[in-house]
């Protein structure tokens, strides 16, 4: 069975750094550069998860967890990463054109050894960790942001205001509302979420019936 590893977490004194480090630069290192070599140092980990490019100083990517890991010996140190890591559409732009691949085809009659065929035969492209690397952070780019260190929210149930905003486009409580409709439910009052009904419970709809007829 693979062991679960738990990520260490963050004290007081390392997040009230982080924040104020996230204040001053908003993900971008440059602005403030020697706060995050010395948060990294004193933590293993960036006060941001995504770093800006070195070449183009606008676009971010993603560096934290297996990503930072595996990408921070290539740079040496971590004033290296945060100076030198460029985005891939700026290493793209910069990498030599790929040459065309030649596909042999045999004139005529059967092929000799070594010859591809082309209705026999396929060149397939194998990506490599760098194009994964790019692949992961487009997917990054369209999942919903996610704070670590957001504190929960307490939602009044009597204020009017937090529950339409907690229920618009959503049922808080899908377990009484398939069982008993949203009579039943303690926020039904000021609920507006598309769903919303009335129901009344299974024994009430059979009280309402009346009595069974004779035979």
């Given at each position: 069975m693979m062991k679960?590893?738990?990520?260490?977490?963050?004290?007081?004194?390392?997040?009230?750094a982080k924040a104020k480090i996230k204040e001053v630069s908003g993900g971008d290192q440059f602005k403030n550069l020697k706060d995050w070599v010395v948060f990294f140092k004193e933590n293993e980990r960036l006060p941001s998860q995504k770093i800006t490019c070195a070449s183009c100083k606008t676009k971010q990517t993603s560096m934290?967890?297996?990503?930072l890991k595996r990408t921070l010996p290539k740079y040496g140190s971590i004033e290296g990463l945060l100076t030198k890591f460029e985005c891939s559409d700026c290493r793209k732009a910069k990498a030599p054109a790929k040459e065309a691949k030649q596909?042999?085809?045999?004139?005529?009659?059967?092929?000799?050894a070594g010859d591809i065929n082309v209705s026999g035969n396929t060149v397939e492209d194998y990506l490599t960790v760098d194009d994964i690397e790019d692949r992961k952070e487009k997917?990054?780019?369209?999942?919903?942001?996610?704070?670590?260190?957001?504190?929960?929210?307490?939602?009044?149930?009597?204020?009017?205001?937090?529950?339409?905003?907690?229920?618009?486009?959503v049922c808080q409580r899908p377990d009484i509302y398939l069982d008993a409709g949203c009579s039943q439910c303690p926020i039904s009052q000021y609920c507006i979420a598309g769903c919303k009904d009335m129901r009344r419970k299974p024994e009430d709809t059979r009280k309402s019936q009346g009595p069974k007829r004779k035979k």
């Open positions: 679960k590893v738990y990520r260490l977490k963050l004290d007081a004194k390392a997040k009230a934290f967890g297996d990503n596909v042999k085809v045999p004139k005529s009659g059967k092929g000799k997917v990054r780019a369209t999942l919903p942001k996610f704070d670590p260190d957001r504190k929960p929210v307490k939602i009044n149930f009597k204020d009017q205001d937090e529950v339409e905003d907690l229920t618009r486009g």
